[in-house]
């Protein structure tokens, strides 16, 4: 059984700091790319950071510069740096893994989100 347990949510001011961690568990065949949503309230999830199983990281142009994802795969846990917080990154933080089945298809994964509020 797949499961992704999110941590490190909670309320920051503006200008700060926070780290999320994504531990994984479970069997998969071959895990692609591990990353981070969110979603705000009144809006669609959105894609924050990626990172492919080669080490190559994508990130939303609002969080460039501030945000940083790592992943380990030795221990199966992947996080997002947060750096410079403002006040619109608050949202609820998914973590997800993209698991390669085989060339048509790939699953999807999610945690169960974690609350980051960010507030003076």
């Known amino acids: 059984q797949v499961q992704l347990v999110e941590s490190g949510g909670g309320l920051v001011q503006p200008g700060g700091s926070l780290r999320l961690s994504c531990a994984v568990s479970?069997?998969?065949?071959?895990?692609?790319?591990m990353g981070w949503y969110r979603q705000a309230p009144g809006k669609q999830r959105e894609l924050v950071a990626a990172?492919?199983?080669?080490?190559?990281?994508n990130y939303v142009d609002d969080v460039k510069g501030r945000f940083i994802i790592s992943r380990d795969d030795a221990k199966k846990t992947v996080s997002l740096q947060m750096n410079s917080l403002k006040p619109e990154d608050t949202a609820v933080y998914y973590c997800?893994?993209?698991?390669?089945?085989?060339?048509?298809?790939?699953?999807?994964?999610w945690g169960q989100g974690t609350q980051v509020t960010v507030s003076s």
């Open positions: 997800n893994v993209r698991d390669y089945v085989d060339y048509t298809h790939s699953d999807d994964y």
């Open positions: 479970g069997s998969f065949y071959n895990i692609d790319s």
């Open positions: 990172i492919g199983s080669g080490g190559h990281t």
